[in-house]
């Protein structure tokens, strides 16, 4: 199957490809970011902070398996962000909680996230900000729905050669 270059495609690609190398989450007195992101989730989700989430709800929030979940919360928890309590109904259950450290670093990553955020949504300008979100959307529907094709597959079964 021979498919000519588009090279309109190929700029979309450059441009995503650029788009992924910026870092948009930057490290908050030194947590990663995918702490800064559970943290932030934390901090959204929990119906009260005084009860915390369970790690199955963590894990589904944030689209990861439980055992990367558990890695961070065992890592935020050595930093005193989070902690792990019992649930009050079901002593089985264990529900993540956050500390007043974490409290306090959630609220400067948000306050960061949401300058930056400004900063741009200024940049751009509304109707721009508009257009972008509708087609990133788009973008994201449509990885959804085509998901990549297995390149090892497709060279092992011969139907496609990579030039």
């Not at 190398?21 to 990663?32: D, I, L, P, Y």
């Not at 065992?74 to 649930?87: H, P, Q």
């Not at 079901?90 to 450290?101: A, F, P, S």
């Not at 509304?126 to 085509?146: I, R, W």
């Amino acid at each position: 199957m021979n498919h000519e270059e588009n090279p309109v495609a190929h700029r979309l690609f450059a441009a995503l490809r650029q788009l992924r190398k910026v870092h948009w989450q930057h490290t908050v007195e030194g947590h990663k970011p995918s702490e800064m992101t559970l943290l932030i989730c934390l901090a959204k989700r929990s119906h009260s902070l005084d009860e915390g989430l369970k790690v199955s709800e963590l894990s589904r929030f944030l689209g990861l398996m439980p055992p990367t979940v558990t890695q961070l919360i065992n890592s935020l928890e050595a930093k005193d962000m989070v902690l792990r309590v019992a649930d009050p109904s079901d002593r089985r259950v264990v529900r993540i909680k956050l500390t007043e450290q974490g409290k306090v670093i959630t609220r400067k990553a948000k306050h960061h996230m949401d300058a930056s955020l400004n900063k741009l949504a200024e940049h751009l300008g509304e109707e721009e900000c508009n257009h972008l979100a509708d087609l990133l959307l788009k973008v994201h529907a449509f990885v959804e729905d085509n998901p990549p094709p297995n390149l090892d597959l497709l060279q092992m079964n011969g139907d496609e050669k990579l030039d």
